[in-house]
């Protein structure tokens, strides 16, 4: 299995050591270190890395520390919407879906839209319809989602909104919440073949709107994935994140400039999407098993595994 990998994230924000206990740090460094094990496992036994990376999603969907399936975040309404999208490097076939109100595993879905449905992007009940037609049981009630935690960040988003009508929509990961944890789950992964693929799954941002759809099952913008660059996850604010096509860009700048990896991801999140306003960050992967994984803000949920089971994992800014 040379040159398999595999990197995770679980969410980028104001993340910092001193309001973090050690017990709550604990079950994080354990959520991410089942999540890389699950997509490991596979790419151990000569398995892709489109099953790897959706083992890892689904581990951290049914997590319910983060924010993706178990635990998403509220909306507006007190509901959850919910995106994803799985990329295959190898084909550059693409399913995602989006606003999905009851299905258990996003991502699932987004890989059956992929596999089953001559469409590459499916939302709300259409995509539900779909997911019905094909055998998957959805959520009989949306409160499958609900943790206390997450109602609490839209208790404080309402009331914030209340004062200051400007502050309508609260970012899971937005540096002025106090409540904020970042959750947006992703996997990128290369396989023995060479191929690479990367999924993201998310309950979006607390007190979205009806029908907000954000970055991540835009393709190009929070997931891409090529074979003759990389695969990228991306996380932060979808908005900035939709209109830097952060993903594509450092694609583009591999592909078009000959930028390795990690000058690519580096020039596209601490440069251009920090200067366009935006914050959070990508995990990325090229064919070599190369990772890079910056973030322009205080911390992202984050982990590696290489062929020979080294693991990394990290959540605060260490970069001194
Ligand atoms: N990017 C996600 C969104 O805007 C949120 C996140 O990454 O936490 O929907």
């Known amino acids: 299995m040379s040159n398999c990998a595999i990197a995770i994230h679980g969410g980028a924000g104001t993340i910092l050591r001193t309001s973090m206990t050690p017990e709550k740090e604990k079950a994080y460094l354990v959520g991410l270190k089942e999540s890389l094990t699950a997509g490991y496992e596979i790419l151990k036994g000569g398995g892709t890395s489109m099953d790897a990376v959706i083992a890892s999603v689904v581990a951290m969907e049914n997590n319910p520390l983060f924010n993706a399936g178990v635990g998403a975040v509220f909306t ?3 509901g959850h919407e919910q995106d994803a999208c799985i990329c295959d490097g190898a084909t550059k076939n693409v399913g995602a879906v989006a606003a999905v109100k009851r299905v258990k595993s996003p991502i699932t879905l987004a890989r059956l839209v992929l596999e089953k449905s001559p469409h590459v992007l499916l939302a709300g009940d259409g ?3 779909f ?4 055998g998957m049981e959805l959520v009989a009630d949306q409160s499958y989602f609900d943790t206390d935690f997450r ?3 839209l208790e404080f988003a309402l009331a914030k909104e209340k ?3 400007t502050a309508h929509t609260q970012l899971d990961h937005s540096d002025d919440n106090e409540n904020s944890k970042m959750g947006t ?3 990128v992964a290369v396989d023995e073949y060479g191929n690479v693929a990367a999924a993201t799954s ?18 190009g913008a929070g997931t891409y994935a090529d074979n003759k660059t990389c695969a990228v996850s991306a996380t932060g604010v979808g908005e900035y994140i939709m209109r830097g096509m952060v993903s594509y860009d450092i694609s583009a700048l591999m592909e078009y400039k000959g930028l390795s990896l990690s000058e690519a991801a580096d020039v596209v999140v601490m440069e251009k999407f920090f200067e366009l306003g935006g914050s959070g960050g990508v995990i990325a992967i090229d064919r070599q098993g190369n990772i890079a994984m910056p973030f322009n803000c205080k911390g992202m949920y ?5 062929a020979d089971g080294t693991i990394e994992l990290g959540i605060f800014d260490d970069r001194g």
């Open 76 to 78: 507006h309404d007190g």
């Open 127 to 129: 995509a539900e319809k």
């Open 131 to 134: 997911a019905v037609a094909n």
């Open 151 to 153: 109602r609490k960040q």
């Open 163 to 165: 004062k200051d009508a």
């Open 185 to 187: 789950v992703g996997a």
């Open 202 to 219: 998310t309950g979006g941002m607390t007190n979205k709107r009806h029908g907000r759809i954000g970055d991540t099952p835009m393709i």
């Open 302 to 306: 984050r982990g590696s595994m290489l």
